[in-house]
Protein backbone atom coordinates (compact mmCIF):
# COMPACT_ATOMS: atom_id res chain seq x y z
CA UNK A 1 0.00 0.00 0.00
CA UNK A 2 2.59 2.52 0.87
CA UNK A 3 4.43 1.63 -2.60
CA UNK A 4 0.84 2.20 -4.33
CA UNK A 5 0.86 5.74 -2.72
CA UNK A 6 4.19 6.65 -3.16
CA UNK A 7 3.00 5.77 -7.11
CA UNK A 8 -0.23 8.36 -6.97
CA UNK A 9 1.43 11.06 -5.42
CA UNK A 10 3.86 11.08 -8.62
CA UNK A 11 1.23 10.32 -11.26
CA UNK A 12 -1.21 12.87 -9.77
CA UNK A 13 1.49 15.76 -9.87
CA UNK A 14 1.90 15.47 -5.67
CA UNK A 15 5.12 14.49 -6.00
CA UNK A 16 6.76 18.21 -4.53
CA UNK A 17 5.64 16.06 -0.98
CA UNK A 18 7.77 13.54 -1.63
CA UNK A 19 10.14 14.87 -4.64
CA UNK A 20 13.10 15.82 -2.40
CA UNK A 21 12.89 11.87 -0.96
CA UNK A 22 12.25 10.19 -4.26
CA UNK A 23 16.34 9.17 -4.53
CA UNK A 24 16.62 7.47 -1.18
CA UNK A 25 13.23 5.84 -1.68
CA UNK A 26 14.25 4.23 -4.96
CA UNK A 27 17.94 3.13 -3.42
CA UNK A 28 16.54 2.01 -0.35
CA UNK A 29 13.80 -0.41 -2.69
CA UNK A 30 16.92 -1.18 -4.59
CA UNK A 31 18.45 -2.92 -1.45
CA UNK A 32 18.68 -6.16 0.37
CA UNK A 33 15.52 -4.79 2.54
CA UNK A 34 13.14 -4.64 -0.50
CA UNK A 35 13.68 -5.87 -4.17
CA UNK A 36 17.04 -8.31 -3.33
CA UNK A 37 14.94 -9.43 0.16
CA UNK A 38 14.06 -13.42 -0.30
CA UNK A 39 10.97 -13.13 1.90
CA UNK A 40 9.08 -10.90 -0.14
CA UNK A 41 6.76 -11.81 -2.32
CA UNK A 42 6.87 -11.06 -6.99
CA UNK A 43 3.69 -9.36 -6.01
CA UNK A 44 5.60 -7.33 -3.94
CA UNK A 45 8.25 -6.69 -5.78
CA UNK A 46 6.28 -5.88 -9.27
CA UNK A 47 4.49 -2.65 -7.40
CA UNK A 48 7.75 -1.72 -6.10
CA UNK A 49 8.93 -1.71 -9.56
CA UNK A 50 6.17 -0.15 -10.90
CA UNK A 51 6.97 2.51 -8.73
CA UNK A 52 10.20 3.30 -9.96
CA UNK A 53 8.56 3.08 -13.53
CA UNK A 54 6.61 5.39 -12.97
CA UNK A 55 9.40 7.81 -11.62
CA UNK A 56 11.23 7.14 -14.93
CA UNK A 57 8.17 8.39 -16.81
CA UNK A 58 6.64 10.92 -14.85
CA UNK A 59 10.66 12.49 -13.34
CA UNK A 60 13.47 10.94 -15.07
CA UNK A 61 15.78 13.60 -13.90
CA UNK A 62 15.76 11.59 -10.30
CA UNK A 63 17.21 9.44 -12.25
CA UNK A 64 19.21 10.41 -14.85
CA UNK A 65 20.96 13.43 -12.58
CA UNK A 66 22.05 10.97 -10.17
CA UNK A 67 24.34 8.35 -12.05
CA UNK A 68 25.23 6.16 -8.93
CA UNK A 69 21.50 5.62 -8.79
CA UNK A 70 20.96 4.57 -12.55
CA UNK A 71 23.26 2.27 -12.01
CA UNK A 72 22.16 0.00 -8.75
CA UNK A 73 18.57 0.38 -10.39
CA UNK A 74 19.84 -1.56 -13.74
CA UNK A 75 22.23 -3.88 -11.99
CA UNK A 76 19.46 -4.90 -9.32
CA UNK A 77 16.81 -5.50 -12.42
CA UNK A 78 19.39 -7.22 -14.73
CA UNK A 79 19.66 -9.46 -11.60
CA UNK A 80 15.81 -10.06 -11.13
CA UNK A 81 16.15 -10.90 -14.63
CA UNK A 82 18.91 -13.50 -14.77
CA UNK A 83 16.92 -14.97 -11.71
CA UNK A 84 15.50 -18.24 -12.73
CA UNK A 85 11.72 -17.72 -12.33
CA UNK A 86 9.59 -19.87 -9.90
CA UNK A 87 7.72 -22.48 -11.03
CA UNK A 88 4.64 -20.60 -8.94
CA UNK A 89 4.97 -17.57 -11.13
CA UNK A 90 5.29 -19.16 -14.40
CA UNK A 91 1.82 -20.67 -13.68
CA UNK A 92 0.22 -17.46 -12.31
CA UNK A 93 1.19 -16.20 -16.13
CA UNK A 94 3.73 -13.04 -15.22
CA UNK A 95 6.97 -13.65 -14.04
CA UNK A 96 9.27 -10.92 -11.96
CA UNK A 97 11.62 -11.60 -14.75
CA UNK A 98 9.38 -10.02 -17.13
CA UNK A 99 8.60 -7.27 -14.70
CA UNK A 100 12.14 -6.38 -14.79
CA UNK A 101 12.44 -6.66 -18.07
CA UNK A 102 9.73 -3.52 -18.85
CA UNK A 103 11.33 -1.82 -16.47
CA UNK A 104 14.42 -1.74 -18.50
CA UNK A 105 12.74 -1.71 -21.96
CA UNK A 106 11.54 1.31 -20.45
CA UNK A 107 14.27 3.07 -18.91
CA UNK A 108 15.26 2.51 -22.98
CA UNK A 109 12.53 4.82 -24.05
CA UNK A 110 11.99 7.35 -22.06
CA UNK A 111 15.76 7.79 -20.81
CA UNK A 112 18.69 9.03 -22.42
CA UNK A 113 19.96 6.40 -24.59
CA UNK A 114 23.46 7.29 -24.47
CA UNK A 115 23.99 7.12 -20.91
CA UNK A 116 21.12 4.19 -20.56
CA UNK A 117 22.83 1.99 -23.40
CA UNK A 118 26.73 2.36 -21.26
CA UNK A 119 25.84 1.08 -18.21
CA UNK A 120 23.09 -1.40 -19.18
CA UNK A 121 25.39 -3.12 -21.75
CA UNK A 122 28.05 -3.46 -19.49
CA UNK A 123 25.72 -5.82 -17.41
CA UNK A 124 24.64 -8.08 -20.27
CA UNK A 125 28.09 -8.38 -20.80
CA UNK A 126 28.70 -9.46 -17.61
CA UNK A 127 25.57 -11.94 -17.64
CA UNK A 128 26.75 -13.39 -21.16
CA UNK A 129 30.13 -14.26 -19.79
CA UNK A 130 29.29 -15.72 -16.61
CA UNK A 131 28.75 -19.11 -17.89
CA UNK A 132 25.03 -19.53 -16.00
CA UNK A 133 22.57 -20.53 -18.44
CA UNK A 134 19.91 -17.91 -16.54
CA UNK A 135 21.94 -15.24 -16.80
CA UNK A 136 22.60 -15.92 -20.74
CA UNK A 137 18.82 -15.87 -21.00
CA UNK A 138 18.38 -13.00 -19.05
CA UNK A 139 21.03 -11.16 -21.51
CA UNK A 140 19.34 -12.24 -24.54
CA UNK A 141 15.96 -11.14 -23.13
CA UNK A 142 17.28 -7.25 -22.01
CA UNK A 143 19.01 -6.78 -25.39
CA UNK A 144 16.14 -7.58 -27.01
CA UNK A 145 13.68 -5.62 -25.17
CA UNK A 146 15.94 -2.78 -25.68
CA UNK A 147 16.73 -2.82 -28.96
CA UNK A 148 14.07 -0.55 -29.73
CA UNK A 149 14.74 2.51 -27.55
CA UNK A 150 18.77 1.72 -28.26
CA UNK A 151 18.75 0.70 -31.64
CA UNK A 152 21.49 3.70 -32.50
CA UNK A 153 23.82 3.03 -29.76
CA UNK A 154 23.60 -1.22 -30.31
CA UNK A 155 24.03 -0.95 -34.08
CA UNK A 156 27.79 -0.02 -33.02
CA UNK A 157 28.56 -2.87 -31.30
CA UNK A 158 26.53 -5.41 -33.58
CA UNK A 159 29.10 -6.63 -35.25
CA UNK A 160 31.89 -7.95 -33.18
CA UNK A 161 29.99 -8.56 -30.28
CA UNK A 162 26.08 -9.26 -30.20
CA UNK A 163 26.26 -11.27 -33.74
CA UNK A 164 29.91 -12.69 -33.81
CA UNK A 165 30.95 -13.35 -29.94
CA UNK A 166 27.43 -13.81 -28.36
CA UNK A 167 24.51 -15.10 -30.61
CA UNK A 168 26.59 -16.86 -33.08
CA UNK A 169 28.00 -19.04 -30.30
CA UNK A 170 24.52 -19.58 -28.45
CA UNK A 171 23.17 -21.80 -31.50
CA UNK A 172 25.49 -24.32 -30.21
CA UNK A 173 24.90 -24.28 -26.67
CA UNK A 174 23.79 -27.16 -24.28
CA UNK A 175 20.65 -25.32 -23.48
CA UNK A 176 17.38 -25.18 -25.32
CA UNK A 177 16.54 -22.37 -22.78
CA UNK A 178 19.87 -20.59 -24.18
CA UNK A 179 19.22 -21.22 -28.06
CA UNK A 180 15.54 -20.23 -28.07
CA UNK A 181 16.88 -16.98 -25.29
CA UNK A 182 19.18 -16.02 -28.26
CA UNK A 183 17.38 -16.58 -31.29
CA UNK A 184 14.31 -14.67 -29.59
CA UNK A 185 16.79 -11.69 -29.19
CA UNK A 186 17.14 -12.32 -33.30
CA UNK A 187 13.49 -12.00 -34.14
CA UNK A 188 13.53 -8.42 -32.11
CA UNK A 189 17.18 -7.32 -33.81
CA UNK A 190 15.46 -8.17 -37.35
CA UNK A 191 12.64 -5.71 -36.16
CA UNK A 192 14.23 -3.27 -34.68
CA UNK A 193 17.82 -2.73 -35.65
CA UNK A 194 16.71 -2.30 -40.15
CA UNK A 195 18.83 -2.49 -42.11
CA UNK A 196 21.74 -3.20 -40.67
CA UNK A 197 21.06 -6.41 -39.10
CA UNK A 198 20.65 -7.77 -42.61
CA UNK A 199 24.45 -7.44 -43.05
CA UNK A 200 24.90 -10.08 -41.10
CA UNK A 201 22.64 -12.57 -43.01
CA UNK A 202 25.59 -14.83 -43.61
CA UNK A 203 26.15 -15.44 -39.57
CA UNK A 204 22.53 -15.85 -38.86
CA UNK A 205 20.71 -17.41 -41.56
CA UNK A 206 22.31 -20.62 -42.10
CA UNK A 207 22.22 -21.52 -38.34
CA UNK A 208 18.77 -20.42 -37.88
CA UNK A 209 18.16 -22.90 -40.84
CA UNK A 210 19.63 -25.38 -38.67
CA UNK A 211 17.80 -24.76 -35.89
CA UNK A 212 14.47 -26.39 -37.25
CA UNK A 213 15.82 -29.32 -37.03
CA UNK A 214 16.41 -28.79 -32.90
CA UNK A 215 15.19 -31.49 -30.89
CA UNK A 216 13.56 -29.10 -28.49
CA UNK A 217 9.93 -27.80 -29.97
CA UNK A 218 10.19 -24.51 -28.73
CA UNK A 219 13.48 -23.56 -30.47
CA UNK A 220 11.74 -24.87 -33.46
CA UNK A 221 9.21 -22.24 -32.86
CA UNK A 222 11.44 -19.48 -32.41
CA UNK A 223 13.24 -20.11 -35.02
CA UNK A 224 10.54 -20.00 -37.96
CA UNK A 225 9.14 -16.55 -36.02
CA UNK A 226 12.78 -15.40 -36.41
CA UNK A 227 13.53 -16.06 -39.82
CA UNK A 228 10.24 -14.82 -40.94
CA UNK A 229 11.14 -11.76 -39.26
CA UNK A 230 14.48 -11.56 -40.80
CA UNK A 231 13.82 -12.73 -44.83
CA UNK A 232 10.91 -10.20 -44.79
CA UNK A 233 13.23 -6.53 -45.77
CA UNK A 234 15.78 -8.97 -47.52
CA UNK A 235 16.97 -8.37 -51.08
CA UNK A 236 15.60 -10.92 -53.18
CA UNK A 237 18.73 -11.59 -54.54
CA UNK A 238 20.27 -12.15 -51.03
CA UNK A 239 17.86 -14.66 -50.05
CA UNK A 240 17.70 -16.36 -53.12
CA UNK A 241 20.79 -18.65 -52.29
CA UNK A 242 19.22 -19.84 -49.37
CA UNK A 243 15.88 -20.71 -50.44
CA UNK A 244 17.43 -24.04 -51.39
CA UNK A 245 18.10 -25.14 -48.23
CA UNK A 246 15.41 -23.13 -46.40
CA UNK A 247 12.32 -24.60 -48.58
CA UNK A 248 12.84 -28.58 -47.47
CA UNK A 249 13.37 -27.74 -44.15
CA UNK A 250 10.37 -26.11 -44.37
CA UNK A 251 8.97 -28.82 -45.38
CA UNK A 252 10.31 -30.91 -42.53
CA UNK A 253 8.73 -28.56 -40.14
CA UNK A 254 5.47 -28.67 -41.42
CA UNK A 255 5.84 -32.43 -41.55
CA UNK A 256 6.94 -33.39 -38.74
CA UNK A 257 4.72 -30.67 -37.30
CA UNK A 258 1.08 -32.74 -38.53
CA UNK A 259 3.18 -35.66 -37.29
CA UNK A 260 2.77 -34.68 -33.81
CA UNK A 261 -0.88 -32.98 -33.83
Not at 30 to 51: G, H, Q, R, T, Y
Not at 115 to 125: A, C, P, V
Request: hydrophobic letters at 45%; one cysteine or more.
Amino acid sequence: LCYEAFIDLVQYNNKALISEFLGQIILFSCSEKVLLNEDFSANFKECVIDFICTISECERAVITKQPDLLKKVIEVACFLVSKKATQEEIDEGETLNDVAIWLLETFANTLPAKKFFKLIYENIQALLSSGQDSHIVGAFAILGSISEGTAEQMKKVLEEDIVKKYLVNAFNHSSAEVRGAAIKCISYLAEYLQPDILDFHVFLLPPLVKSFQDPNKNVVEKALFAIDIFCENLEKETLQPYLQTLIPQLGMVLINGASTM
